[in-house]
């Protein structure tokens, strides 16, 4: 199955969509960082996800963090392009090997978001 136009289509985005991100990229950008902390602060805080990462040292966790934010950064630059998807697809297949739940990464993308809207929101009442 051709995959090229059809995943924006099946999540609904649009040029304009893509558009928007661009208009507001310098600024989302600016919070990658923050993300990325708060992204892992929230596995760390439910016993599920935490066990996980239990046996971690604190200089792998930074570094998890700093994968997660380059991620970040892929994903508001990717447009969701064929590259970008060839990269999930063996993102994707290493956390099927280390046994992380495909939910807890569709997951990962609402913590995005709602991340993202509350930087807009504030940047939209400045």
């Known amino acids: 199955m051709e995959t090229t ?3 924006p ?11 928007f991100i ?3 990229r310098v600024l989302l950008e600016a919070e990658t960082a923050a993300l990325a902390h708060d992204f892992y602060d929230y596995l760390l805080s439910h016993p ?30 990717s447009h969701l392009n064929k590259s970008w998807r060839e990269s999930m697809r063996k993102l994707g297949a290493l956390h099927h090997r280390l046994g992380i739940e495909p939910s807890w990464v569709a997951g990962a993308y609402i ?3 709602r991340h993202w809207q509350k930087v807009l929101q504030e940047q939209a009442s400045a």
């Open 5 to 7: 136009s059809t995943l």
């Open 48 to 77: 599920v996800t935490a066990a996980v990462f239990r046996d971690f040292s604190r200089a792998r966790l930074d570094a998890l963090i700093q994968k997660q934010a380059e991620h970040i950064s892929g994903l508001l630059a």
């Open 9 to 19: 289509n099946f999540l609904g985005l649009h040029d304009s969509d893509f558009q």
């Open 22 to 24: 661009e208009r507001y």
């Open 111 to 113: 913590l995005y978001w």
